[in-house]
């Protein structure tokens, strides 16, 4: 039987590549924002640390997309996932 | 055989290195290396083959801490960088200090929240320090204009003394097992209590290797003309400590002002200290002419070393690790400034020239002959 987990993709920019063996796309399983750092964190500790700070909050400077769409005008980490959906970890524009 | 002057500089863009031979004529820049995010700490550890740390306090995807093998020319990351236990409830914001521990790929690392680790593998992996990082008065703390930072680690066998501000001066006795506030006679100027038991904003704390008992310090000075409770308090931001920084007295009588961020002892006579006074209002050099002053009995009296320097118009920052002084018999002090400029003060300070005028804004400097 297969698994009832969407199967969605993680697009990793230059800076987060190096985090995970140099791979530019990830694929994992997870219903959930929430789920899919989960499994980065037992799976890819490595970029989970980028993402994440210590608490299991997500860095204060980035931005998550499903799709096109950011996060926080879903439902944060509560954001369910589509099989296909593709998931990204953006710098946000600040600083000088 | 040593015969490379090495001066690492860590900006608001990346790590850079400056090599010349011991005439210290010549520099050549190398950087900058990281990722162009700021780096707050560096490192020359001169055991064994020479490496060079430096902290790459990156806003985005947080601390690392960066090792060099090659004077600079390279840089990679260890393979972790400090973090605090996931159940503590506190997460790294910054990497403000990096020193050698006694055995050989010991480190130790000053963060903020202020807190400290230790690394005994070159920096690869850290475990927490416990006595001091869940000291029943680190949740009390509160931060300072650049944060709530464990900035100053100073080792003496099993003496340790930290700075951190806002918290003051801790000392262990027993190799960092446990600590203790040590601020007798260390004022503070934004809190009603002019002494309080901790809570002080020390700036930095330095000390002769030959004197272990005579410290010095940098504390937030700037507060004569203090009008609120508790009346002015004149004087209480340089400070010198007899016995092993158990209490503390002011030697600032002589200078412009007494604030500032660093604070540099000469590397053969521990009777000479540098300190590079600032307008405690706007941070910047008194009268836009910058100087280093410099003691040579211990904070008796007080010498301006301008020459070379701008005599006007120059109204930049020194931080707190932005100010040095090399090992060589004649030593020369080297200060970066948040506009950029490296300076050389060869001679012991006698004479400044300009290194470096145009780098981002410099956080720290740190020099090492190899």
């Known amino acids: ?96 | 055989m040593a015969d490379r002057v090495v001066v690492t500089i860590g900006t608001r863009k990346g790590v850079f290195v400056a090599e010349a031979p011991k005439t210290r004529r010549g520099f050549k820049l190398r950087g900058p290396s990281g990722p162009g995010v700021p780096v707050y700490s560096t490192l020359v550890d001169t055991r064994g083959k020479p490496r060079i740390y430096a902290s790459s306090c990156n806003p985005f995807f947080g601390m690392k801490i960066l090792c060099s093998t090659d004077l600079g020319k390279s840089f990679k990351e260890t393979k972790s960088a400090p973090a605090f236990p996931k159940d503590d409830g506190r997460a790294l914001a910054n990497i403000w200090s990096l020193e050698m521990g006694d055995a050989k790929n010991e480190l130790w690392c000053g963060v903020e929240p202020a807190s400290l680790f230790r690394s005994r593998d070159g920096g690869d992996s850290w475990e927490m320090v416990p006595g001091i990082s869940n000291h029943e008065h680190a949740r009390k703390w509160e931060p300072g204009a650049g944060g709530l930072c464990l900035h100053t680690i100073v080792r003496d066998g099993n003496r340790v003394h930290l700075g951190i501000s806002t918290g003051g001066h801790y000392l262990s006795e027993d190799g960092g097992q446990t600590f203790r506030a040590s601020n007798k006679g260390v004022g503070a100027g934004f809190a009603p209590d002019p002494y309080p038991e901790f809570g002080q904003c020390v700036h930095k704390i330095a000390r002769h290797p030959a004197a272990p008992g005579r410290l010095y310090m940098q504390n937030h000075g700037g507060w004569a003309d203090w009008t609120g409770p508790g009346g002015p308090r004149p004087n209480i931001g340089v400070l010198r400590s007899d016995d092993y920084g158990r209490s503390w007295r002011s030697i600032a009588a002589g200078l412009p002002t007494d604030f500032g961020f660093p604070i540099v002892v000469h590397p053969k006579d521990p009777d000479t200290v540098y300190v590079l006074p600032l307008e405690p209002g706007t941070r910047t050099c008194p009268g836009g002419a910058p100087a280093v002053w410099r003691s040579e009995n211990g904070g008796g009296t007080w010498s301006r070393l301008g020459r070379g320097l701008p005599k006007k118009e120059a109204y930049f920052t020194v931080l707190r690790d932005g100010m040095t002084i090399d090992g060589l018999t004649n030593p020369a002090v080297y200060f970066g400034t948040t506009t950029g400029q490296l300076w050389v003060g060869r001679d012991g300070g006698e004479k400044f020239d300009l290194l470096f005028d145009s780098l981002p804004p410099i956080h720290n400097v740190k020099v090492a002959v190899v």
């Open chain 1, 1 to 96: 039987m297969g698994s009832a987990e969407p199967r969605v993709t993680i697009h990793l920019t230059a800076p987060l590549r190096p985090y995970a063996g140099g791979a530019s796309r990830l694929e994992i399983e997870a219903s959930t924002l929430k789920a899919a750092l989960q499994t980065l964190e037992r799976s890819q500790a490595a970029l989970y640390r980028n993402i994440c700070d210590e608490t299991g909050a997500l860095r204060r400077h980035l931005n998550v997309y499903v799709n096109a769409d950011n996060i926080r005008d879903l439902g944060g980490l509560e954001t369910t996932l589509a099989a296909g959906d593709v998931l990204t970890f953006l710098p946000a524009v600040s600083g000088g």
